[in-house]
């Protein structure tokens, strides 16, 4: 189902939650022979890969997917942690998806993902988000395409801009008026570098010349997610992004943005796949604490009831995945405001979130 055309949204100040995206900036386009052979390899992969099946009929099929996020609070930084991912892997939840906080105690993702992908043969796993600007984009897609690999094509990569604590933001070496240029040109970059063929790249910043990454992905097109709702964001969506999750959104949100995204992608020529529109949504499994109100009222002042960005309570989480479902967003990630105490809670708490949320996916 497709939403009703609307206005995109724009809360003042938007960085679509745990999703970091800014401004729009841009250099240009991928070469075109480059483009080309990236779209031809996209349709090759779409019709071998699960989430675009056809029905008797010939009909696609747009398949709901339910995965869990750990916060950039979370503590499961230890042997703890792959305790949470077997139980992940066991119930047959679609996805794991990991912060990047340096000053925290979560793991780092990209070291996170590999340990689980080791133990698991089906789970797959992504970072909401990884930041891009400051990082190498050749080193960065060398470790992404192996990861891709050597679990079998289960990478899910989702980046943004850089973080919201200055203090943090300093170790990106990267000034904040200049991460989106840096942004752009590092996605061009990682899309050059992962097809495998030598490439030659003379950018603000970056100076390549018949430069060759092996080896490719095995995706052979590695989608990337990226999140936002502000205007800016939506639009950098729309021009270099495979898939959309935003976070703290509404399903009107949701409507909205993908009437703005889909408008952006007409004007460069590209698409999106149906089944890239999601959401991360916090949820709450008692009353949401008063201090989490304050912050989504700050962080969202255009809405009256701030309540409606974190259900509280199984039916209520049902309740607003139906919702978006409504609207054409079909991919989640789900995370408790509040975790779970010590790995066994966790793995309590996903025993009794299995059957009821998995029970969604189609």
Avoid at 89 to 117: C, K, T
Avoid at 177 to 183: D, I, P, T, Y
Avoid at 212 to 235: K, M, T
């Amino acid at each position: 189902m497709h939403p009703r055309p609307g206005r995109p949204p724009g809360p003042p100040g938007g960085d679509g939650g745990a999703l970091h995206l800014g401004g729009h900036a841009g250099d240009g386009p991928l070469p075109l022979r480059l483009d080309a052979r990236r779209h031809r390899r996209r349709d090759r992969r779409c019709r071998r890969h699960g989430g675009r099946d056809r029905d008797d009929r010939g009909i696609r099929v747009v398949k709901v997917r339910i995965g869990f996020g750990f916060g950039v609070r979370t503590r499961l930084n230890d042997n703890g942690f792959g305790i949470v991912v077997d139980a992940l892997e066991r119930l047959r939840f679609d996805s794991l998806w990991l912060s990047e906080r340096l000053s925290g105690e979560s793991p780092d993702p990209l070291v996170a993902m590999a340990f689980a992908a080791g133990r698991t043969t089906r789970l797959k796993f992504g970072m909401s988000v990884m930041v891009l600007p400051g990082r190498n984009p050749i080193v960065l897609a060398k470790e992404l395409a192996t990861l891709d690999r050597l679990s079998n094509g289960r990478l899910l990569p989702a980046f943004g801009l850089g973080v919201a604590d200055p203090h943090e933001q300093q170790a990106f070496g990267v000034a904040r008026g200049e991460r989106a240029a840096w942004f752009d040109e590092s996605m061009r970059v990682l899309r050059a570098a992962w097809t495998g063929e030598p490439f030659t790249h003379h950018g603000e910043r970056y100076h390549f010349d018949d430069l060759r990454v092996l080896p490719p992905p095995a995706q052979q097109h590695l989608d990337v997610w990226l999140g936002g709702i502000a205007p800016s964001e939506l639009r950098r969506v729309g021009r270099l992004a495979d898939g959309w999750l935003p976070s703290f959104v509404t399903p009107e949100d949701a409507a909205r943005g993908r009437e703005a995204i889909e408008a952006t992608l007409a004007e460069h020529g590209r698409t999106i796949d149906d089944d890239h529109y999601g959401a991360l949504i916090p949820y709450a499994t008692g009353p949401v604490p008063d201090a989490v109100l304050a912050g989504l009222a700050k962080r969202r002042p255009d809405l009256e009831d701030p309540t409606v960005l974190v259900p509280s309570g199984w039916d209520a989480l049902l309740a607003l995945i139906d919702r978006f479902v409504a609207v054409g967003t079909t991919k989640f990630v789900v995370l408790p405001l509040v975790e779970p105490p010590s790995p066994d809670a966790w793995v309590e708490h996903l025993e009794q979130a299995a059957p009821i949320l998995l029970a969604r996916q189609t």
